[in-house]
């Protein structure tokens, strides 16, 4: 949480969440970070609260999150089991989170790399059959 909470406020207000969600790969709306401080917003003060920050994983876990918001994005960036990190402080647990954020997403983003060759290698491979079958028609006529 210190990474991303520029007022040093103990909470994540819309363009700490913002740069947050840019850094880790999933940049947002205006309204959409707007619409995913209120999902979870509970004392309606405009931005989040660790308490409020645990709510998006229990959300998320709870299946209560659209699958194409952004809180979703979040939390399927990363999975960290709080039993293992426990309750000691919010501190370790936003460190804990914001490091495995970053990892995540740099490891997606390969997956992501290595898919988009592959079907880029993949559709050069059909075009060059398709290219072949039409030489090989006109000298079988």
Request: charged content about 35%.
């Amino acid at each position: 949480m210190k990474q991303y909470d520029a007022g040093r406020d103990g909470f994540i207000d819309l363009m700490e969440l913002k740069l947050m969600m840019e850094k880790l790969g999933a940049p947002q709306t205006h309204l959409g970070l707007k619409s995913m401080i209120k999902e979870v917003d509970e004392d309606f003060d405009g931005k989040l609260s660790f308490r409020e920050f645990l709510l998006i994983f229990h959300k998320a876990a709870a299946g209560e999150l659209q699958e194409d918001s952004g809180l979703m994005a979040l939390a399927k960036l990363s999975e960290i089991d709080v039993a293992l990190e426990g309750v000691k402080g919010a501190k370790d647990f936003f460190e804990a989170k914001v490091q495995a954020l970053n990892s995540a997403s740099k490891f997606e983003a390969e997956i992501k790399a290595e898919q988009d060759e592959r079907k880029q290698a993949e559709e050069k491979r059909r075009l060059r059959q398709a290219a072949f079958r039409e030489l090989k028609a006109a000298f079988s006529t």
